[in-house]
């Protein structure tokens, strides 16, 4: 891949797009960039964009895109960005997909690779509503498909405090399906037409998915 790279991951919620991104970051160098994480923390620091996000998230729905691009636009500010990245849940609207468009235009760059994780929606509430993440290093965990090594401790730093999303339930997952099915899916098309697309299937085991997308940005040439 040619540096920096901007790697996009599709796909709905649970597909396993911030798992995955943790592995491109350790596989290829990636810097991952989750704006759900952007925001979570805007809404905990109380910023006037946390506030302005905060009830559109709890309802499951998409916030602006004025407030998005605006924190994307600070964190790509930002060194280290400059390894490349993964863009985990982001964009999400054709507006966003166009503004990161000019925004990479206006650094000589453009997409790499969009990458679709495919997965059955039936299978995603199931998938959400069983995940935790580990409150110091972020290390995702699954009540039925991965659970610590040893019970209470994370594998990766140790730590013993997990914590599950407020968004989560089933009924605010639901909302998030259908958010993006209605405006994020078609963003596969907008990607396939630039040349840029691949499809990989998400239903079967992380470590097989790992490897999926390390042979589709593998075709990515320099
Ligand atoms: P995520 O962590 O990616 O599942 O995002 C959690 C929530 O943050 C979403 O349900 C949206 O309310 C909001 N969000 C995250 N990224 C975006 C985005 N690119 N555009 C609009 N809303 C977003």
New binding site residues.
């Given amino acids: 891949m040619s540096s920096p790279a901007v790697v996009i991951l599709l796909g709905p919620?649970g597909a396993g797009?911030?798992t995955q991104a943790r592995m491109l970051e350790e596989d290829f160098g990636l810097v991952q960039l989750?704006?759900?994480?952007?925001?979570?923390a805007a809404v905990a620091r109380g910023t006037e964009a946390g506030q302005a996000?905060r009830a559109?998230?709890d309802?499951?729905?998409?916030?602006?895109?004025n407030?998005?691009l605006a924190i994307?636009k600070d964190r790509m500010a930002e060194p280290d960005v400059a390894k490349g990245v993964v863009l985990?849940?982001?964009?999400?609207?054709a507006g966003?997909a166009e503004a990161l468009d000019v925004l990479l235009a206006s650094s000589g760059q453009k997409v790499t690779a969009a990458i679709s994780l495919e997965v059955d929606d039936a299978a995603m509430v199931e998938r959400i509503a069983g995940r935790y993440t580990c409150a110091t290093c972020g290390e995702g965990y699954h009540d039925t498909f991965k659970q610590p090594a040893h019970a209470g401790t994370c594998d990766k730093c140790g730590g013993h405090a997990f914590k599950r999303?407020a968004?989560d339930k089933a009924e605010?997952v639901r909302?998030?399906l259908e958010?993006y099915h209605a405006q994020t899916a078609p963003l596969i098309a907008y990607y396939h037409a630039q040349g840029v697309l691949d499809r990989v299937n998400a239903m079967g085991a992380i470590g097989d998915i790992r490897k999926e997308l390390g042979r589709a940005l593998g075709k990515v040439s320099a």
């Avoid at 985990?88 to 609207?93: A, I, K, N, S």
Wanted: no cysteine.
């Fill in positions: 919620p797009k911030g989750s704006t759900g994480d952007l925001l979570r996000a559109v998230m309802a499951g729905g998409l916030v602006s895109d407030i998005v994307l985990d849940g982001f964009p999400r609207t966003q999303r968004d605010t909302a998030r958010a």
